[in-house]
């Protein structure tokens, strides 16, 4: 099973060049501060990805997974620790690198499906032509085609997240950044969705940092898992997931995948 | 059943419910024999509309023209200050709970003093119709403005986008659907702003006219009068209605 994991990079490092990791973080720690409360954010934070990985964060409220995943996006500075994105293989440019999903799909109820796509294009000052093509490329991907013309309203939940997934491609940002995108959805739609993003991540090629607090999700989903533990809020552990691509629901079955959750259980102090 | 599913069928009840109030009215005096000068017959009424003494076409343009005038300048004004407070905070902080201990001032109470200091006329009158319609728009709208989803301003701001493009892209058409329910509320309240004002001191309008019927218990045209401002108040209703349907998507109309 070893074999498999370096065939599920989606990117090759050009000749004569080690694989050097996409994000580096070391130490990283954050305290939010107000008045004279101090409140530990997240400590310890020190991983890798490599491009073209999907890592999951996973762990409790509290525990600075989605604090994380704001400094990755730059919306947050951090205290102690060096973060750093990119490398020469792999510039990265914060300003349009960076695509978001959020919990809720978050579409702008007056923009139509393409449009509310097209938002980070906006932005960004993107041609619209060109955008508007991958756009609808974008929707065909995340299977939303024939819908290009709804107002969100008109979609269920899952579909609008789809959409919202679309969004956070449209700029071809080299980051995506997901915080418990599925979260809201019922456990069958959930699933379903689990696999979208499998197929979704793979042919976009893009590197994912995905944030849930669903275990088995975290082990089903991730390349890489990334452990944190709240109370106080650290990083507890990080391994990397030895399970062939594509993955299949089957596999949640295997004995493999057990030891993987288990690992992540005890470290919760659940088991 | 099909009369509730359908939009024509509840279209045909709406219509049904106002001929019966009609019907109602018609019986109660008819049946009651209830004096003319306490409730006349719609038929009565309407007759009242051919008395040509009572100048109908001017006075109804003139009300028309003070519930119309001071509502158009509320929206204005209401709207722009709203946008004034989400450009600067201090200003929101220092006005904002002014403007709600003004807002708790009944304006009717004002209506002398307007008189004193506009004398009396079509525009005092529009300032009635103004100050009362004008803070249900200035409130609805800076809260419209204010709802912005902390995880869009993150998306945003992942972005570099703009102050601007925030407010131009997400901030003003979120709050549209907003500024269309203190609309409503405004248009309601516009009418009363306006007749109270021709209660007060007018020589013109269907107030005004409504006070010099009474004299002569000339009831019949006082319903008609009634009658007309209430159809004032319908048409600017349904101005806003119509407005809000061609601008704002139906999921995202408050209620």
């Known amino acids: 099973m070893n074999t498999v994991t370096a065939t599920a990079r989606a990117e090759v490092p050009p000749p004569g060049s080690a694989v050097e990791p996409f994000i580096h973080l070391a130490g990283v720690s954050k305290v939010y501060r107000s008045g004279r409360k101090e409140h530990l954010a997240i400590s310890d934070a020190t991983f890798d990805v490599m491009p073209g990985d999907l890592v999951a964060l996973v762990g409790p409220s509290g525990c600075g997974k989605s604090t994380l995943l704001k400094i990755l996006a730059g919306l947050h500075g951090h205290d102690q620790g060096t973060v750093r994105i990119g490398s020469p293989a792999h510039p990265f440019d914060p300003a349009r690198d960076i695509g978001m999903v959020f919990q809720s799909p978050l579409l702008l109820k007056w923009r139509r499906i393409l449009d509310n796509v097209l938002l980070p294009a906006e932005l960004l000052g993107i041609p619209m032509a060109a955008a508007k093509e991958r756009a609808r490329e974008l929707l065909a991907l995340v299977g939303l085609t024939g819908y290009e013309d709804k107002y969100p309203y008109e979609l269920s939940g899952g579909m609008q997240q789809r959409a919202a997934i679309a969004r956070s491609l449209i700029h071809d940002p080299k980051l995506v950044l997901m915080d418990e995108p599925f979260g809201a959805l019922d456990a069958l739609t959930r699933e379903k969705m689990n696999l979208e993003l499998l197929r979704i991540w793979k042919e976009s090629g893009k590197t994912i940092v995905f944030v849930t607090h669903g275990i088995s999700e975290a082990v089903f989903l991730g390349s890489r898992v990334v452990v944190f533990t709240a109370g106080p809020a650290r990083m507890a552990d990080n391994f990397e997931i030895q399970l062939p691509h594509p993955r299949t629901l089957d596999m949640k079955t295997q004995e493999q995948f057990g030891v993987y959750t288990r690992r992540i259980y005890r470290l919760l102090g659940m088991e | ?255």
């Open chain 2, 1 to 255: 059943m099909d009369l509730l599913n359908s939009k024509l069928g509840r279209y045909t009840l709406g219509v049904v419910a106002h001929l019966l109030l009609l019907l109602c009215w018609y019986l109660f005096v008819r049946l009651g024999e209830v004096p003319r000068f306490v409730m006349p017959s719609p038929a009565d009424t309407l007759a009242a509309l051919f008395v040509s003494d009572y100048g109908w076409w001017a006075n109804t343009a003139v009300t028309a023209t003070e519930i119309f005038g001071g509502y158009a300048l509320a929206l204005v004004v209401g709207v722009l200050l709203a946008l004034l407070f989400t450009w600067s905070k201090t200003l929101e902080a220092l006005m904002l709970p002014l403007l709600v201990t003004l807002n708790m001032i009944p304006k009717v109470a004002l209506g002398p003093l307007i008189i004193v200091w506009f004398k009396y006329g079509v525009f005092p009158n529009s300032m009635m119709a103004f100050s009362i319609a004008v803070f249900p728009i200035l409130l609805t709208t800076a809260r419209g403005l204010r709802e912005i989803e902390p995880d869009l301003l993150d998306l945003v701001r992942s972005l570099r986008g703009s102050r601007w493009q925030l407010f131009t892209k997400i901030q003003l058409p979120g709050a549209l659907p907003y500024v269309f329910a203190g609309m409503k509320v405004a248009a309601i309240l516009a009418v009363a702003g306006a007749i109270v004002g021709e209660f007060l001191g007018s020589d013109r309008g269907l107030g005004y006219l409504m006070l010099q019927v009474q004299v002569t218990l000339d009831t019949p045209a006082m319903f008609m009068a009634v009658i007309l401002i209430t159809l004032l108040g319908m048409l600017l209703y349904g101005l806003v209605m119509l407005l809000e349907h061609l601008f704002v998507v139906k999921d995202a109309r408050v209620s």
